[in-house]
């Protein structure tokens, strides 16, 4: 079974420049989830889909960022203009089922660097 | 929201010794209690996972141990070896049903050959 991919593995920007990440999850998932995990400290979820609709959006910094998944399949997480802060690892992750029904599964990550 | 908290922050052991990690939580409305393993470069990977009907759950040389009164659960690898040298996240249960699970800052194992 194919595992979660994403693209790019890695990306250098300067701020106030744009970035966009993609991400594909495994076949059959219907919730995909973008996390942001600074360096350090712990994976901290920005949003999650379940199929092509938006779940939970809460901790997703909207005035910069934004999501979407066309076609309840890939998905892309865009920023723009990036801020210093933002440089992070980006995880995507996908499950079956939602909450304690799936087991969520991590792709490699892409890591952003604003400069 | 979830405070989730991970003692310790760090940890080194000699090859073949036991190893464990704590996790505390604020609240829950979940059953559901995972942890994770993130190797350098990659994305966290679940290694074990218990629900709350029981205590303690064994896969090899991992456990879990729960006690859902005091509000935390535990891993436990035993015999350690260097190929378990990562850093582990608890992810603590919703405080509501429909919110998500929090990670923990995570805890990084390093075991010493």
């Known amino acids: 079974e194919a595992g979660v991919a994403q693209s790019p593995r890695y990306k250098i920007i300067e701020k106030r420049q744009s970035v966009a990440f993609w991400c594909n999850p495994i076949s059959g998932h219907a919730t995909l989830y973008w996390y942001q995990q600074i360096l350090g400290q712990g994976p901290k979820l920005l949003i999650q889909f379940q199929n092509n609709g938006v779940v939970d959006d809460s901790q997703l910094p909207k005035d910069r960022f934004s999501a979407e998944r066309l076609k309840g399949v890939d998905s892309t997480l865009k920023i723009q203009p990036a801020k210093l802060e933002d440089s992070a690892v980006y995880l995507c992750?996908?499950?079956?089922?939602?909450?304690?029904?799936?087991?969520?599964?991590f792709g490699p990550g892409t890591r952003l660097t604003v400069t | 929201g979830e405070n989730v908290e991970q003692h310790p922050s760090t940890l080194s052991v000699q090859e073949g010794d036991s190893a464990v990690i704590k996790c505390t939580y604020s609240?829950?409305?979940?059953?559901?209690f995972p942890w994770y393993k993130q190797e350098l470069g990659k994305g966290p990977q679940l290694i074990i996972d218990i629900r709350s009907n029981v205590g303690e759950k064994k896969d090899q040389r991992i456990a879990v141990t729960l006690n859902k009164t005091a509000k935390h659960f535990s891993l436990h690898i035993t015999e350690t070896q260097p190929e378990d040298s990562a850093v582990y996240f608890c992810?603590?249960?919703?405080?509501?049903?429909?919110?998500?699970?929090?990670f923990g800052p995570g805890t990084r194992l390093s075991v010493l050959p």
């Open positions: 992810a603590a249960p919703p405080r509501n049903y429909g919110q998500n699970f929090v």
């Open positions: 992750a996908s499950s079956l089922g939602v909450g304690d029904k799936g087991e969520q599964y």
């Open positions: 609240d829950s409305a979940s059953n559901y």
